[in-house]
């Protein structure tokens, strides 16, 4: 074999280890995004009777972190619904991009409580990976249980963003206590979303690093994205209704993704908010009276036995 030929080759095997060890890296850090500190103040907001909450995730070695607003202790009558709410991937439970307490706020004056928390990894939750809504299921669930004890006869509803929407829509699928769902800006799949749009989140070329980073995170993780189906969850929902939320101008997740999921869950009970112009998990900011007062009706509405 001539010089040229093995110079050649050992090129070649140095290119790959170095795009292997990019994927890796990237890999890690998509898994272990830092955190982002807790920095607003619920009576900022007008919320100064909230509660700092600590409680276990279903993996019972997991304590979250979160926030408890009750509507009697802020003056308002009890309506019976708890909402939980769900923060995306990279945030936590202020979800600032909202944020999420102004929200919050119209949500507690309506008689709802409510359940702000961060999931692992994430505010001042315990946790040091994130899987985009695989294991974040069992931080759910973990939520959901705490409502339930705080407020036995209450009625659950779920509203999350991005990550958050998407926990939602699994849980709710498979959780009977769940009677409604708000989602803003989910995708319909992991796997399919990463392979469109992993330059997103990595800045780098689709090929060859899309491919290489789907193929290590699931060592990782220790699962596979594909796991991650949202559209199959939505076919198993009915009578639960669901309100999806998503911004026309939506580069992150783009809006067809919440129309895929309206297809795939064909229950006439559902609804689609589609805000024009609006970016990623930006259509309260763009549109904050119509978003609120469309979620309190939703929610009003649609659960189980109405308030």
Request: proline residues 7%.
């Amino acid at each position: 074999m001539s010089t040229w030929l093995w110079i050649v080759i050992i090129l070649l095997i140095v290119a790959v280890g170095v795009m292997v060890g990019i994927a890796v890296k990237v890999g890690l850090t998509l898994i272990r995004p830092p955190r982002k500190p807790i920095e607003m103040d619920p009576a900022r907001y007008g919320l100064p009777h909230y509660e700092n909450v600590i409680f276990p995730s279903r993996d019972a070695d997991l304590q979250l972190s979160g926030w408890y607003m009750d509507a009697e202790w802020h003056g308002y009558p009890s309506n019976g619904h708890t909402i939980v709410v769900s923060h995306g991937y990279r945030q936590n439970r202020q979800e600032p991009h909202l944020p999420a307490l102004a929200l919050v706020t119209h949500l507690v004056a309506a008689g709802f409580d409510v359940l702000m928390y961060d999931f692992r990894n994430a505010g001042e939750s315990e946790g040091n990976m994130t899987s985009i809504g695989l294991y974040e299921q069992l931080d759910l669930r973990g939520a959901i249980d705490f409502a339930c004890i705080k407020k036995p006869g209450h009625r659950i509803g779920l509203i999350g963003f991005s990550m958050g929407s998407v926990t939602s829509l699994l849980v709710a699928g498979q959780d009977e206590r769940v009677e409604a769902v708000v989602a803003d800006s989910p995708f319909y799949s992991l796997y399919e979303y990463l392979q469109e749009n992993m330059p997103v989140w990595t800045g780098l070329p689709s090929f060859p690093f899309t491919w290489l980073i789907l193929s290590i995170v699931p060592f990782l993780v220790g699962a596979s994205p594909r796991k991650v189906r949202p559209i199959d969850e939505v076919k198993r929902f009915s009578p639960k209704p669901i309100l999806f939320i998503h911004g026309t101008g939506d580069k992150a997740i783009p809006h067809h993704h919440s129309e895929k999921l309206y297809e795939a869950a064909a229950n006439p009970h559902n609804e689609v908010f589609l805000v024009e112009g609006a970016d990623h998990v930006r259509s309260f900011a763009r549109q904050p009276k119509e978003y609120s007062e469309r979620v309190i009706t939703f929610f009003q509405e649609k659960m189980v036995g109405k308030a």
